[in-house]
C-alpha cells in the first residue's frame, strides 16, 4: 500500500479458509500464536470476502485483546497503539470486511500511509483471478500493477501487455527488528513492528523491498 498510487480492496473475491483474510500471527515465548475471527461458513463455500460473516458466537475479541495485552504490554509503544485496538474490539461487527476496513485503515493511519484506497466492488470488475485484475486496471486507467510474488503463478504477463499495463511483483524481502522476546519471527502482523518501532515502523518497512519473483 505504501507504494502504490492506489490500493484496491479485493472484496467481491471468493473466501478461502485458512488464508490471512479473517486471521494473522503476533510474536509470543513460544515463537508466533494466531489471532483468528471466526465466520460462519458451513456449506457456504461459494461466499464472496464482502458477504462473510463473522461468528459471534465465540468470545473471540476478548481472547485477541488479552493476547495483545499479555504479551505486548511491556513494549515502548504498547500506551500508544493499544487504545485504539481495544476500541476497534468492542463493536459489534457482523461482516468480516467491515472489521478488515476500520482496521486498516487506523493502521494506514499510525503508519502515515496516505494512498486512497477503493473497493473492487464498486468498480463493477467481474471475471476472476487474472481476468478480474486486468478489469480493475483498465477501469482506473492504470499504467502499472504491483503486486504479490505469488501472483505469478496465475498471472498472464502477455494480457497485460496487451492492455498496456506494466506488472511489477513487490519482492518483499523481511527486514528484521527488535522484538518482545529472543530471536526473530518474520512475517507477523504489523501490530507487532508498530508496538516495538512506533512512528519508526514505516521506515522499518521501507527496508525490505525489493523486486521481482524468486
Known sequence: MAWADRFVYLDDVQFTRRDWRNRNRIRTSEGSSWLTV????????????RDTRIDNSVSWRSKHCESLRHHYRKAPYFDLYFPRFESIYNKEWEFLVDL?????DY??????????TQKSSDLNAG???GD???????ALEA????????SADYLDPQVFIEHQVELEYHGYKHPE???QYPGFVPYLSVVDLMFNHGDRSLDVLRQGRSSGPE
Do not use: M, W
Request: proline share 4%; charged share 25%.
Open 100 to 104: 478488515c476496513y476500520e482496521s486498516l
Open 132 to 138: 478480474k485484475i486486468i478489469r480493475i486496471c483498465d
Open 127 to 129: 471475471g476472476a483471478k
Open 177 to 179: 527488528y527488535i522484538q
Open 38 to 49: 471466526p465466520v460462519l461458513q458451513k456449506k457456504r463455500f461459494e461466499q464472496s470476502l
Open 107 to 116: 493502521l494506514r493511519s499510525a503508519l502515515g500511509i496516505d494512498t486512497p
Open 143 to 150: 499504467t502499472h500493477y504491483l503486486t504479490g510474488d505469488k
